[in-house]
């Protein structure tokens, strides 16, 4: 997660102060884990130098508030349009499962089993955050969970195919 795009994305529609904006990127990050404040900081200072951010003054309880600038607005639509590459623990477990076959290593089957067993804890742990998501209403939260769900799914049954092929 960009924390540069974060900020940007936050004060896309309105202004706003730094320990707002730490909270709403925790928000954003859900499940991803939580943004050191002095990231935050750090980051304004920069986008503030590239002319992205600019200082719009202080609210009411006398906290600096950020803005954004043009610039800035072009550089998160630019970012925004940009293809993610698909990168997942899959894709690093399927090396790692390639190795262990190139040199037949003899717990090729242990691994997938413990890979498979990873696999089913995520899926419950998610599967309980998506419920309580839906019971809270928070639609994004709940539809990027069942995005993650579905991806451990087609792990979990590429897994199976190759555990099926080895007996």
Known sequence: MSVK????????KQKNHGYELKLELD????????????QIYTTLDR?????????????HQERK???????GKEELEKW?????????????????????????FHEEQRMLE??????????????QLKTEFLLEGDET??????????HLDADLNWINQVVNRNR
């Open 5 to 12: 795009y974060g900020i940007l994305t936050l004060l896309y």
């Open 27 to 38: 928000s954003l990050l859900g499940t991803k884990g939580k943004i050191n404040p002095g």
């Open 47 to 59: 986008l503030i130098r590239d002319q992205l951010v600019s200082s719009a003054g202080i609210d």
């Open 65 to 71: 508030l950020y803005e954004l600038e043009p610039k």
């Open 80 to 104: 925004l349009l940009e293809p993610v590459p698909y990168n997942t623990t899959k894709e690093d477990f399927f090396f790692k499962w390639s190795c262990a076959r190139k040199i037949q």
């Open 114 to 127: 413990q890979q498979k067993t990873l696999i089913i804890q995520e899926v419950m742990e998610l599967t």
């Open 141 to 150: 939260k709940y539809l990027l969970t069942t995005g993650m769900l579905f």
